[in-house]
């Protein structure tokens, strides 16, 4: 029923820019919750970047403020992650993910909170 698959990841030099694309299939773009999260090796799953559609507000992890840039492609079923002024520390494993209709906004940010998961995109970024 509802499949998110996110593309984009690579390797690439701290300082960089990689967009990462989630692929989104029988799920809705109104008034929901879509974002983004991330794992590294060790670490807690952790929020990224937020977007409740249906009000296009977002907000963004604390790590991430004014490198990071989420947005959506409704024509192409597609949610994405800009990432500029990449750094060694935002090396991770990186998911997409949606909440289930219904939620007013994209509070509470836990990941146990998001019904809807893709696989994952590794992003490496060297020093």
């Known amino acids: 029923q509802v499949q998110l698959a996110e593309s984009g990841g690579g390797s690439v030099e701290a300082g960089g820019s990689l967009r990462l694309s989630c692929a989104v299939s029988?799920?809705?773009?109104?008034?929901?919750?879509m974002a983004w999260f991330r794992q590294a090796p060790g670490k807690e799953r952790e929020g990224v970047a937020f977007?409740?559609?249906?009000?296009?507000?977002?907000d963004f992890g604390d790590s991430v403020k004014g490198r990071f840039t989420i947005s959506r492609d409704n024509a192409k079923n597609t949610l994405y992650l800009q990432m500029n002024s990449l750094k060694v520390e935002d090396t991770a494993l990186y998911f997409c993910?949606?909440?289930?209709?219904?939620?007013?906004?994209?509070?509470?940010?836990?990941?146990?909170?998001?019904?809807?998961w893709g696989q994952g995109t590794q992003v490496t970024v060297s020093s």
């Open positions: 993910a949606a909440r289930s209709p219904g939620y007013g906004t994209c509070a509470p940010r836990t990941p146990t909170t998001f019904r809807y």
């Open positions: 029988g799920y809705t773009y109104s008034s929901v919750c």
């Open positions: 977007l409740y559609t249906g009000t296009g507000r977002t």
